[in-house]
């Protein structure tokens, strides 16, 4: 490896010229320390960045450069491995993790930035001072001047020729682990959109908008807002800064998926809500959903009990609905005891279920590397076990709605189909696609029989949302 200057290093001047030479800029220290944190102790990232952000008292202009850095790193993690271990001339197991950090922040500047490349190089190895040794300094030096050699479109063609077929091609290329791309293929096959999933494994990689809810009855959306094209109480703030809004409005506009918001929707406008009805969300930790159910059963007449098994997340669900004025108790059970003990009790049962979380890739970059297909078994298991549970606590007549943030088919129509077999005959599928268009003042281009909606990143802009809305025969 030679010590040539990459030929893109005359391409502008560098935007942190002003700083101390030799010091790494706060902005990339702040960036390097939450990709620290992500590996080292499972942390995530979106947790993280703002008290790290806050404690460096970043400009606004760092804060951003910050987080793109951070979150556009952790993306794209895969792809910039493959490209520093043909660049470094060894697999990434054998680099040091603190440096290898330090590259996979410097790949990015290189490759999928703006940042001149003499700034990404110089910067990159005062991070490396503050990791390695001196040896290490000069390893990261080379390492990105080789990076910086070719151009990001010679990278791609490298890193996706390596690939044995198509999917570790997309996998290789989106960053996205083999494994999933497979399951993100079948489960657009199912829809006849097979052609679709490059446009989805994109859109995992594209930062989502800040979306939020108006909980009806307690706020409406700010003079300026954008309303959602299908919830009817989300919307985009414009201009305004959303963490200003929900502070003002004291939580009863807050930040939640549009999906998310379509799910809870689903589940209390399917039919009039009649007073006094019992409704029940299974597992309800950290509690948008719940958030948004209390404030529709408040003004239907209902009554809401959330349960959610984490101690910690329960005490999120009360947090959650402390600005709905309607009593909710809050259960720390396990969703399977506790739908079994209340045999025929609710009227309407949110069961958003613990899944693999394929849905919010876009959104939790790192829990891509996290899950394994061994999870989706493990996880499935607790879904009918959950599933099963919530059908005895239902009503007969009583509406039920299976939710996950996953597409996967083994967590979603899979589950669904089970429990049609398993309860022959008790429960009755419910138009889901009808009742989720019947919100939306735009049309939805959902794929199936209607019984069941699949919404898509790369289709809708919402999480990968499932919802399978079912009934108990009287
Ligand atoms: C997908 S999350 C629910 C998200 C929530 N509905 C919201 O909108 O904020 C699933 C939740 O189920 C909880 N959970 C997992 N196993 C459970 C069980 N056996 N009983 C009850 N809750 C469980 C998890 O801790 C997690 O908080």
């Known amino acids: 490896m030679s010590d040539r200057r990459p030929s893109q290093g005359r391409r502008g001047p560098s935007r942190t010229a002003s700083h101390n030479p030799g010091r ?35 400009s606004p202009a760092d804060a951003a450069l910050a987080t793109e850095l951070t979150y556009g790193t952790l993306r794209m993690e895969g792809y910039y491995d493959r490209v520093i271990a043909r660049a470094a001339g060894r697999t990434v197991d054998r680099i040091d ?10 790949a990015h500047q290189l490759l999928a930035t703006r940042v001149p490349p003499h700034a990404a190089v110089n910067e990159s190895v005062a991070l490396a001072r503050t990791v390695g040794s001196r040896s290490g300094t000069g390893f990261v030096n080379g390492v990105l001047r080789e990076i910086g050699r070719h151009t990001p479109e010679e990278w791609q063609q490298r890193v996706g020729g390596d690939a044995k077929n198509e999917d570790e091609r997309l996998a290789a290329l989106t960053s996205h682990p083999a494994w999933i791309v ?52 989300g919307f985009t703030a414009g201009g305004g800064d959303p963490q200003e809004l929900m502070e003002a409005s004291g939580g009863a506009l807050r930040v939640q998926d549009e ?30 959903k719940a958030a948004l159910l209390a404030a529709e059963a408040l003004a239907g007449g209902a009554t809401l009990v959330a349960n959610e098994v984490v ?35 609710f009227d309407r049962i949110l069961l958003d279920a613990p899944c693999t979380g394929l849905g919010a890739l876009r959104r939790r970059p790192e829990a891509r590397w996290r899950k394994q297909p061994k999870d989706v078994a493990e996880l499935t298991r607790l879904q009918e076990a959950l599933l099963d549970a919530a059908i005895v606590a239902l009503k007969p007549g009583g509406l039920l709605a299976y939710v996950t943030c996953s597409p996967h088919l083994a967590e979603t129509h899979a589950i669904v189909d089970n429990a049609l077999d398993r309860n022959d005959g008790l429960l009755e599928p419910v138009g889901t696609a009808g009742v989720v268009q019947s919100l939306a003042s735009e049309r939805l281009d959902l794929a199936g029989d209607g019984d069941r909606v699949q919404l898509w990143p790369h289709r809708h802009v919402t999480d990968a949302m499932f919802i399978a809305l079912l009934t108990k025969r009287a």
């Open 24 to 58: 790494a800029q706060p902005a990339r220290q702040v960036a390097l320390d939450v990709l620290q944190a992500v590996r080292e102790s499972d942390a995530y990232a979106n947790l993280l960045l703002p008290g790290r952000i806050a404690r460096a008292q970043l």
């Open 97 to 106: 993790p603190p440096l290898l950090d330090v590259l996979r922040l410097g």
């Open 182 to 233: 497979r399951a993100l293929r079948r489960s657009l096959e199912a829809e006849g959109r097979e052609a679709e999933l490059p446009d989805l494994l994109d859109a995992d990689n594209t930062a989502p908008r800040v979306n939020l809810v108006a909980l009806p009855g307690l706020a409406d959306p700010p003079s300026g807002a954008r309303p959602d094209r299908y919830s009817p109480v």
């Open 259 to 288: 999906g998310s918001q379509l799910a809870a929707l689903a589940l209390t406008r399917a039919r009039p809500v009649e007073p006094g009805e019992r409704w029940l969300d299974l597992c309800a930790g950290p509690g948008g």
């Open 311 to 345: 101690p910690a997340r329960a005490e999120l669900v009360r947090r959650a609905l402390a600005p709905v004025p309607l009593d909710v108790p809050v259960w720390e059970r396990d969703g399977v005891a506790l739908g079994r003990e209340h045999a025929g009790e």
